[in-house]
Each structure stands twice: as C-alpha cells, then as structure tokens.
C-alpha cells in the first residue's frame, strides 16, 4: 500500500507546519505526517522549515537568533503559533507516524530527548538531508527509525543509505524512475518521493510502485487511491 505522507501537514491547505495543519492531514486520514525542526538561540526545538522566519511567519530574522518565546509570539498564519515538536507529537502520537527532519545538527540532542520522553521511538521517523545525523541517531537510539533525504539521485545512493543505517530513502519525485524503485526493494529499502501535488504525477508514481508519497495535498491523493482502488 502506498503511504499518504502529509507534508508539513496539509501544507496546501493550512498553514504549513502549524498544528492546524497537522490536524487537518490527520482529518483527512494521511498515514504520515513530516514536519522540520530548527533550534532557537535559547536551545529550544520549534517547528519550522525555513532558517528565517519571514516566509511562514509575521516576523523577520533568523530561527538560530531569536529566542523562543520571540518565536512564539509570531502569527504563523490564521492566528496559529509556531509550535513545538512535543505539541505536534501530542497530536500525532498513537493516530499516525511523524517524520521529523532535522534541518540543522543542534536540533538532533533535544529532538532524541523529546522522542525519547515521550516513548515515542516506534511513532516518528527522523530523517534529514544531513546524513550523519541520522548514523548518530541510530548509535543513539537504534530503536528509532531512520530516512536519507536526497534531492538528486548518487551513484552510490545505496551505499550512502546503508552506512548510516536508513530504513528508506525519501526522493525529488522528478529524480525517480522504476528502475530505481525496484533496486531500492531489493536493497531492502523503502522509497518515498517528495513533494508530489499533480494528479498526474501521483498516478506516476504509484504505478511505479514507490511505498510513499509526501504531498502538500493529502486529500488529492486519498481520493486518487480510493478511485484506483489503493484505499
């Protein structure tokens, strides 16, 4: 079955990487939901994507340079706060499996915390771009599963997977051929493409065989499952 990945929630739909959207991918009946986390300047772990808060948010600087309680008074849009990763795993925890990606090295320590406070290790993935954080969660916490992000598509994508002991691999769906998919099974790996919003090209991806789809719209991909008879 292919999972239905909602990205930064319903991110087509409500503002991204708020609880709100969150909810709204849990409505809507996603089997997954990703969201980012950076790192205050006081050390604490928010919700955002980007390194500044100018796209998602009313206020203007760097994440890294602002505290927390700077960042919390922040209108993330229709009102919503910028939320911590504890918050959302209080949403998700026991209803649906949380992707969090690490966008900066400092937010993995407080990131384990969280998971780990929270007994939380069979309900998250953590993946990132940044692929040695992800073999220092698996030293960490091995209980704790992982996924390599990649933009492009390396020679030795496999090998990259497997030294850092990644679970799946998660692609640029443009970068993604049946080939590829079918090598990745057979290495063991799970694949995911990201961030597929064209009926077109879910249905592409699907028949491809891929074992998820992260999405800014869930609710299109749930229908096109349910019409082919996925759901």
């Known amino acids: 079955m292919v ?9 087509g739909l409500e503002p991204e990487n708020t609880l709100r959207s969150i909810k709204r991918a849990i409505d809507l009946g996603a089997d997954e939901v990703e969201v980012d986390v950076r790192v205050t300047r006081d050390g604490h772990l ?7 808060v100018e796209r998602t948010t009313d206020g ?7 505290t927390f309680n700077e960042i919390r008074r922040l209108d993330a849009g229709l009102g919503e706060a910028v939320p911590t990763l504890e918050e959302v795993l209080n949403l998700t925890q026991g209803i649906l499996v949380l992707n969090v990606e690490l966008k900066v090295p ?5 990131t384990l915390r969280v998971i780990e406070e929270k007994n939380a290790e069979s309900d ?9 954080l992800l073999g220092e969660i698996h030293r960490l916490n091995p209980q704790i599963e992982t996924g390599a992000l990649f933009s492009a598509v390396p020679d030795d994508i496999f090998v990259r997977a497997s030294e850092v002991h990644a679970k799946g691999i998660y692609i640029q769906y443009r970068n993604v051929n049946a080939e590829l998919v079918e090598e990745a099974h057979r290495e063991g790996l799970k694949i995911g493409v990201w ?3 064209s009926v077109e ?7 491809m065989g891929v074992d998820a789809v992260t999405t800014d719209r869930p609710d299109i ?3 096109l499952l349910r019409s082919m008879g996925l759901r």
Do not use: Q
């Not at 999972?3 to 991110?11: D, T």
């Not at 928010?46 to 500044?52: A, N, R």
């Not at 400092?106 to 407080?110: D, G, I, K, N, W």
């Not at 090209?201 to 028949?207: F, K, P, S, V, W």
């Open 3 to 11: 999972r239905v990945i909602g990205h930064r929630g319903a991110a």
């Open 124 to 132: 998250v993935v953590v993946i990132s771009f940044i692929h040695d």
């Open 106 to 110: 400092e937010a993995l320590r407080p």
């Open 195 to 197: 961030t597929v919003n």
């Open 201 to 207: 090209e879910m249905r592409r991806m699907i028949r």
């Open 221 to 223: 991909l749930i229908n």
């Open 60 to 66: 203007h600087g760097y994440v890294k340079d602002l």
């Open 46 to 52: 928010v919700v955002i994507h980007d390194e500044t």
